[in-house]
């Protein structure tokens, strides 16, 4: 006996067969069953979701001779055989990609325009009608506003937006759904224990995992499912896996995956690289890779939103249980993100003669993606800091302050140190005019210049500290549950301990400019007894306490003193609070400027610049 497709075999011949398109069934059979039947029917839908089926299936059912009660038509009848051959003379079959013109259309409107042959109906059914041009819709429409009692029309289409409105107002219209994932791989297995009961049929094994592997590779349709497990079958395994379906059906191992985006959850750039060059080498191409990534970043977005939807990705329970593991630590906003560059990396793919080099940045920009927070969250913190430092509003805009200075906020960011000028031009000297050279008291401030205890306030050269209205006491330091406020004992101050702390600012500050930055303008106070003591306001405090800066520092202190240190902080003393810079404070760092870009003073701070008439 000649080899027949498992799609071919298994199609369905009655209305309960159908999978998936409940609604569409149910609507029918009740309209056979009352006698309700229409002139024309439109069934709409993607590929393989039993559009062509479902038309066969209600034009047996209304020629058929048997049914008597119910809607499903017996199959062994005359008319019902033939049908399911494709010969009956009462139902036409046309191709509306090959039978588009108005030619075409002339010759079916004659011929059906005679009474049945055998069955009480003539049914014409007119697969991909959205195919027709428009002239063949026009010569269609007259028999379609007054047809002959004896006919039924049943258009299908995956396009219905290309149909007239005239042809689409004067139909009844079905449309058919997806069929889940999880329908699929209980069809497939159905599928393999009927071909385990036939005689002629097929033997094997069908393992889940594999189940869901080939209902994810349909994207819901049910024929390319069918077509696939074929395909598969016809490799001549006992047993079919997940390995198997990968190999025959080219599809990327879903182990790559969880290896790769595994790297990236846990800000692994260089293991993420190297599973992403793994993954090449094994031959897989990067545009599969990019989709396959797209899907896996997808599965743990779902499944942090909803951790219940197993409907909604198809992996086998050990897998989504390891899929839940990496959801840990990331909130729906930063997988949003990740979901998103991994997306927008496979447009540019498409076109580039180097699409590794688009995986490979999307790769890492999602491994080193930082934690983002959201916007309640920020007010949160910014209230808390505002607490923290005495809970006074900043005074108006442009209100009265001392020296018209602008009112101080939480958020204000000092200005840069100063920068070191270049030498002075040759044995010539300054020019006429210029600025005179700077002293030695406009020298540069080191990166560690503020852990010198003597010099803490804003030096005179340097950069100016950060603005502030007037200079409030300093408040009480608020006790934190990892870091020590009160010191027992004199922590010791003395060279080799200022030189640590500042090898310490270096290489924070080359991890992490911004914690570095901040301790910076902090005051080192010296080494206690297995602790650190540092002098900071509340705001800097807050930033250095947070657990991932925490345990930055607390890693190059260990490394840098030899030792595992505690880092306690302490408020800052009333006579350390910062001060607005006056214009002694400002003339060095102007002359260094003027010097530095060879420019002409125009204005000196506090001077009223006088106009060209003056």
């Known amino acids: 006996m000649a080899h027949r497709s498992l799609a071919l075999k298994y199609r369905p011949q009655v209305f309960s067969d159908l999978v998936g398109q409940e609604h569409v069934s149910a609507v029918l059979t009740r309209a056979l069953e009352n006698g309700r039947v229409a002139q024309a029917y439109l069934f709409t839908g993607a590929r393989g979701v039993g559009k062509t089926t479902s038309a066969r299936i209600l034009a047996k059912a209304l020629n058929c001779e048997r049914r008597t009660k119910g809607a499903d038509p017996c199959n062994a009848c005359t008319s019902c055989t033939e049908i399911t051959s494709g010969v009956s003379l009462d139902v036409a079959e046309i191709d509306g990609a090959s039978n588009r013109g108005i030619a075409d259309v002339q010759a079916l409107r004659e011929k059906v325009r005679f009474t049945p042959t055998g069955g009480r109906w003539?049914?014409?059914?007119?697969?991909?009608?959205?195919?027709?041009?428009?002239?063949?819709?026009?010569?269609?429409?007259?028999?379609?506003?007054?047809?002959?009692?004896?006919?039924?029309?049943?258009?299908?289409?995956?396009?219905?937006?290309?149909?007239?409105?005239?042809?689409?107002?004067?139909?009844?219209?079905?449309?058919?759904?997806?069929?889940?994932?999880?329908?699929?791989?209980?069809?497939?297995?159905?599928?393999?224990?009927?071909?385990?009961?036939?005689?002629?049929?097929?033997?094997?094994?069908?393992?889940?995992?594999?189940?869901?592997?080939?209902?994810?590779?349909?994207?819901?349709?049910?024929?390319?499912?069918?077509?696939?497990?074929?395909?598969?079958?016809?490799?001549?395994?006992?047993?079919?896996?997940?390995?198997?379906?990968?190999?025959?059906?080219?599809?990327?191992?879903?182990?790559?995956?969880?290896?790769?985006?595994?790297?990236?959850?846990?800000?692994?750039?260089?293991?993420?690289?190297?599973?992403?060059?793994?993954?090449?080498?094994?031959g897989l191409d990067p545009r599969d890779l990019v989709e396959g990534l797209t899907e896996h970043v997808r599965h743990l977005l779902v499944l942090r939103i909803d951790p219940q939807a197993e409907d909604l990705v198809a992996v086998t329970a050990e897998d989504l249980a390891r899929l839940r593991g990496q959801t840990e630590g990331w909130t729906e906003q930063d997988l949003m993100r990740l979901l998103r560059i991994a997306a927008e990396a496979a447009e540019p793919m498409k076109e580039s003669s180097h699409p590794l080099i688009h995986l490979e940045a999307a790769v890492l920009q999602m491994a080193t993606l930082e934690s983002g927070g959201t916007l309640a969250e920020l007010l949160e913190r910014l209230e808390r800091l505002e607490q923290q430092l005495g809970g006074e509003s900043p005074p108006p805009q442009g209100g009265p302050g001392p020296s018209g200075a602008r009112p101080a906020t939480a958020g204000a960011r000092p200005a840069p140190p100063a920068v070191v000028p270049r030498p002075a031009p040759s044995s010539t000297g300054p020019?006429?005019?210029?600025?005179?050279?700077?002293?030695?008291?406009?020298?540069?401030?080191?990166?560690?210049?503020?852990?010198?205890?003597?010099?803490?306030?804003?030096?005179?050269?340097?950069?100016?500290?950060?603005?502030?209205?007037?200079?409030?006491?300093?408040?009480?330091?608020?006790?934190?549950?990892?870091?020590?406020?009160?010191?027992?004992?004199?922590?010791?101050?003395?060279?080799?301990?200022?030189?640590?702390?500042?090898?310490?600012?270096?290489?924070?500050?080359?991890?992490?400019?911004?914690?570095?930055?901040?301790?910076?303008?902090?005051?080192?106070?010296?080494?206690?007894?297995?602790?650190?003591?540092?002098?900071?306001?509340?705001?800097?405090?807050?930033?250095?306490?947070?657990?991932?800066?925490?345990?930055?520092?607390?890693?190059?202190?260990?490394?840098?003193?030899?030792?595992?240190?505690?880092?306690?902080?302490?408020?800052?003393?009333?006579?350390?609070?910062?001060?607005?810079?006056?214009?002694?404070?400002?003339?060095?760092?102007?002359?260094?400027?003027?010097?530095?870009?060879?420019?002409?003073?125009?204005?000196?701070?506090?001077?009223?610049?006088?106009?060209?008439?003056?």
């Open 122 to 282: 003539r049914v014409v059914i007119i697969d991909e009608v959205h195919q027709l041009s428009n002239d063949a819709f026009a010569a269609l429409l007259k028999t379609l506003e007054e047809p002959p009692a004896h006919l039924v029309f049943i258009f299908a289409t995956t396009d219905p937006q290309k149909l007239p409105d005239t042809i689409r107002s004067r139909t009844q219209r079905f449309d058919f759904a997806r069929v889940p994932l999880r329908r699929v791989a209980e069809r497939l297995q159905t599928i393999r224990q009927r071909e385990a009961d036939d005689p002629d049929g097929t033997r094997f094994a069908l393992t889940e995992g594999a189940a869901l592997l080939i209902a994810q590779k349909s994207e819901g349709s049910m024929r390319d499912a069918v077509s696939a497990l074929d395909q598969v079958v016809s490799a001549g395994e006992a047993t079919i896996d997940e390995e198997l379906v990968r190999r025959v059906l080219g599809i990327a191992d879903r182990e790559v995956f969880f290896r790769l985006v595994g790297a990236i959850v846990a800000r692994d750039a260089k293991g993420a690289l190297t599973a992403l060059h793994e993954a090449f080498g094994q």
């Open 431 to 614: 020019r006429a005019g210029g600025p005179p050279e700077p002293g030695a008291g406009s020298s540069p401030v080191r990166s560690g210049a503020f852990a010198d205890p003597a010099r803490f306030s804003p030096p005179r050269a340097a950069a100016p500290a950060p603005m502030a209205a007037t200079p409030a006491p300093a408040p009480q330091p608020v006790v934190a549950a990892a870091v020590a406020t009160a010191v027992d004992e004199a922590p010791r101050l003395d060279t080799p301990a200022l030189d640590s702390w500042r090898e310490v600012l270096e290489r924070v500050n080359a991890r992490k400019r911004m914690l570095g930055a901040f301790l910076e303008e902090s005051r080192f106070l010296g080494v206690g007894a297995g602790h650190l003591l540092v002098a900071m306001d509340d705001l800097h405090r807050a930033v250095v306490e947070e657990k991932e800066n925490r345990a930055l520092l607390a890693a190059e202190v260990t490394a840098v003193f030899g030792t595992r240190l505690e880092v306690r902080c302490t408020g800052l003393a009333p006579d350390a609070a910062p001060r607005r810079p006056s214009e002694q404070d400002l003339r060095p760092m102007i002359d260094r400027t003027i010097a530095w870009f060879e420019g002409d003073l125009v204005e000196r701070p506090g001077t009223t610049r006088r106009g060209p008439d003056a």
